[in-house]
């Protein structure tokens, strides 16, 4: 990988016990991305064979793989079919919960702004990415938000969306 690690120990000379650690450690986190980062590479061949835009993702929990997929917004005619979100949503399933703590998500481009956004609801640890997205990548949305002006339900809304929140923090 591209990473390098430079560890400085100040300790005693008892403690080789501990460099030793942290040199398994670190070359094992490289082991293991390399792994992961091969995994991807092949799921990004299928991707390209289905005509799909060549981007892959897997989760990963305690150096085991959760879940993986790559992009499926033309097979499914699903503008949600992102690997990072299809990823996303089978590791949920298999671990039976959407909070996926101490997960981290590998994929090969960096999360556009739509799935980094679910990437942090479902409480992802880290994300490890091979590149940068092309910065002559071109945006098409040319949504606009506009915030409604009928107060008749403001306050109610309010107090419910309130209320609710306030009853799970209570449990």
Same mark, same amino acid.
């Given at each position: 990988?591209?990473?390098?690690?430079?560890?400085?120990?100040?300790?005693?000379?008892?403690?080789?016990? =501990?460099? &030793?650690?942290?040199?398994?450690?670190?070359?094992?986190?490289?082991?293991?991305?390399?792994?992961?980062?091969?995994? &991807?590479?092949?799921?990004?061949? /299928?991707?390209?064979?289905?005509?799909?835009?060549? =981007?892959?993702?897997?989760?990963?929990?305690?150096? /085991?793989?959760?879940?993986?997929?790559?992009?499926? $917004?033309? /097979?499914?005619?699903?503008?949600?079919?992102?690997?990072?979100?299809?990823?996303?949503?089978?590791?949920?399933?298999?671990? /039976?919960?959407?909070?996926?703590?101490?997960?981290?998500?590998?994929?090969?481009?960096?999360?556009?702004?739509?799935?980094?956004?679910?990437?942090?609801?479902? $409480?992802?640890?880290?994300?490890?990415?091979? &590149?940068?997205?092309?910065?002559?990548?071109?945006?098409?949305?040319?949504?606009?938000?506009?915030?409604?002006?009928?107060?008749?339900?403001?306050?109610?809304?309010?107090?419910?969306?309130?209320?609710?929140?306030?009853?799970? $923090?209570?449990?």
């Amino acid at each position: 990988m591209c990473n390098k690690y430079i560890v400085n120990w100040s300790g005693s000379e008892d403690s080789s016990h =501990i460099n &030793l650690y942290l040199c398994a450690h670190f070359l094992l986190g490289d082991i293991m991305e390399e792994k992961y980062f091969a995994e &991807l590479i092949k799921l990004i061949k /299928k991707a390209s064979k289905k005509d799909e835009v060549p =981007i892959s993702a897997m989760v990963v929990k305690e150096n /085991k793989i959760i879940s993986k997929a790559y992009n499926r $917004r033309v /097979k499914k005619n699903n503008v949600l079919a992102h690997a990072e979100i299809i990823a996303i949503n089978k590791a949920s399933k298999k671990l /039976k919960d959407w909070r996926l703590n101490n997960c981290d998500l590998y994929v090969t481009l960096k999360p556009c702004s739509m799935c980094e956004t679910i990437i942090k609801q479902s $409480r992802i640890r880290n994300v490890y990415y091979l &590149l940068e997205k092309p910065k002559e990548k071109k945006e098409y949305n040319k949504t606009k938000f506009y915030k409604a002006n009928i107060c008749t339900y403001v306050t109610e809304y309010e107090a419910r969306l309130r209320d609710f929140f306030k009853k799970k $923090r209570d449990k």
